[in-house]
């Protein structure tokens, strides 16, 4: 019989693994912001409901309106666009470099009862909003019980 050495925390990030594969399952995989100055970045976006609408919302801090674009197919959502990076003075030397520049794009799928006929962006202070206005036949309808 062989001494096997016991490694308690061995069990432990096994655990921590099988967790982090079950909710990338069910939630999908998120995309993750890339550490580099020049690149694929992804902005920050958050999806909301109302009675009338789906409203999502990205941070686009230090982008032009002119180089963000907005598109609508096979009902996704698709916003991508550029953001630039400053010119450089010969003169300065960087010591860290924490900010994200180069292409972005975010997709998201949108349930079928959009009204994509009547979608609304705005952009205001860095930050896209998309109004998704639902289909009449999409929105919660309530039924009035009769009392007989």
Known sequence: MAITRWRPLRDIMSLRDEMD???????????ERLETTEGVWYPSVDVSETDDDLIVT???PGIEKDNVKVSVHDNTLTIKGEKKQEKETKNETYHRIERCYGAFQ???TLPT????GKIQATFKNGVLKVKL???????VKEIPVRVE
């Open 21 to 31: 594969r079950m909710f990338n399952e069910f939630f999908g995989t998120l995309p």
């Open 58 to 60: 990205a941070e686009l």
């Open 106 to 108: 975010r997709s998201i």
């Open 113 to 116: 009862g959009v009204d994509t």
């Open 133 to 139: 206005p639902k289909r009449e036949e999409a929105k």
